[in-house]
C-alpha cells in the first residue's frame, strides 16, 4: 500500500486550495478513504472520510461546509476541496485507508 499526498502550500485567509492523495497497492474502490491532519503541538485528527462508491461523506464539524472530499475510482485518487480557509486551518495533511501505512503528508499554510 502506498499513499501520495500532494497540492499542499501557503495560501491567504479566505483561500483555497485542492489536495490530492494517489494510491496504489490495494483496490482503490473497495476502500472508505480519509484525510486527517496534525497541526503543530497538536495530535492528528480526522476530518474526512469517503466511502468506496464516493456516495456517503463524512465530515468534522470544523471543516463541514468549508471542505468536500471526492475520489476518482479510475485514477485511484481521493481529493480534498478546501475553500474559506483559516489560519487554524494549518497543518500538515495525510490521507489514510484502513490498515495502511501513513504517506508523507502535504504541508498547507494559511497566512492571515
Known amino acids: 500500500v502506498r499513499l501520495v499526498e500532494s497540492g499542499g502550500g501557503v495560501v491567504q485567509l479566505g483561500g483555497s486550495l485542492r489536495l490530492s492523495c494517489e494510491a496504489s497497492g490495494f483496490t482503490f474502490s473497495r476502500y472508505v478513504m480519509k484525510w486527517f491532519r496534525q497541526a503543530p503541538g497538536k495530535e492528528r485528527e480526522e476530518i474526512a472520510s469517503?466511502?468506496?462508491?464516493?456516495?456517503?461523506?463524512i465530515y468534522d464539524d470544523s471543516v463541514k461546509g468549508r471542505f468536500t472530499i471526492s475520489r476518482d475510482n479510475a485514477k485511484n485518487t481521493v481529493y480534498l476541496q478546501m475553500s474559506n480557509l483559516r489560519p487554524e486551518d494549518t497543518a500538515l495533511y495525510s490521507c489514510?485507508?484502513?490498515?495502511?501505512?501513513w504517506g508523507p503528508g502535504t504541508q498547507v499554510t494559511v497566512s492571515s
Open positions: 469517503i466511502s468506496g462508491s464516493g456516495e456517503d461523506t
Open positions: 489514510k485507508v484502513i490498515s495502511g501505512p
